[in-house]
């Protein structure tokens, strides 16, 4: 994976993603009997300098999608006829009873935009390995693993182990673990800053209750692990960042 490649992953993803928020946020706006919010930032206007939209048609309803009612449908029992409203509607649940648009498409943020960075460094690694292989040629083997296998593919396995066995580290031993193959590790206030990403992951990964996400937050996120990639980049010598088109040194790092 090429240090370009991640920069712009993580550019078109958290854009799009904070655009689709944008157009959840000002559509569910629309839907609201609150005047005020419909001309508040994120919300939909008019172009071209058309009239403002009529207020008497607003609010909007919603327009089920087949995927939403296909959702409805398993989490609801066929309504009973008294269950449908004069109008023809049927109430799924109130607004504030749906988990935050900004919880959603933050954590989806937050999860992509680091699994992006994993994956880097772990390439990295595998690369660096191979780089050093040479320091495994004087492991403990047994005559008849050689003999079945050959040394080349005993050496790739073992390869693979070490790996492995990275990749199941903590961030901290991770970049610690650099020392072993003659790589400086980052500094200090980067580990701490991508230590504190990797557990607030953990926690939207793994806990059922996870404090909410807001879009800045995810935002913070994809800045710093983007400044993160690029603080692993140089220690490991990652030419390819030549490559990249983001202007990652005109914002202040942390």
């Known amino acids: 994976m090429l240090f370009n490649e991640v920069i712009e992953r993580m550019n078109l993803f958290t854009l799009s993603a904070v655009r689709t928020s944008d157009l959840a946020i000002s559509a569910k706006k629309m839907m609201n009997w609150d005047q005020e919010a419909w001309s508040t930032s994120p919300c939909l206007a008019t172009a071209a300098n058309r009239p403002d939209l009529d207020e008497n048609l607003l609010p909007l309803v919603h327009g089920l999608s087949n995927e939403l009612s296909v959702t409805i449908s398993l989490i609801f029992r066929t309504p009973e006829l008294s269950d449908i409203s004069e109008h023809g509607g049927m109430e799924f649940g109130h607004e504030k009873e749906f988990i935050p648009i900004e919880h959603i498409i933050g954590t989806q943020i ?24 040479e320091n495994f040629l004087d492991e403990k083997v047994s005559l008849k693993d050689i003999l079945n296998k050959g040394s080349d593919k005993m050496l790739a396995g073992i390869l693979e182990r070490e790996q492995n066995k990275y990749e199941r580290m903590g961030v901290r031993n991770r970049v610690n673990h650099w020392n072993k193959l003659g790589l400086e590790p980052i500094p200090e206030e980067w580990v701490k800053a991508y230590e504190d990403i990797s557990n607030r992951r953990n926690t939207l990964t793994h806990e059922a209750h996870p404090d909410d996400v807001t879009l800045i937050e995810a935002i913070i996120c994809f800045h710093r692990l983007r400044l993160i990639a690029r603080k692993i980049a140089i220690q490991f010598e990652d030419n390819t960042i030549s490559l990249c088109q983001s202007p990652l040194d005109d914002y202040p790092e942390i």
């Open 110 to 133: 937050i999860l992509y935009n680091y699994c992006l960075l994993e994956a880097y460094e772990f390439d990295l690694y595998k690369k660096l390995l191979d780089k050093n292989k």
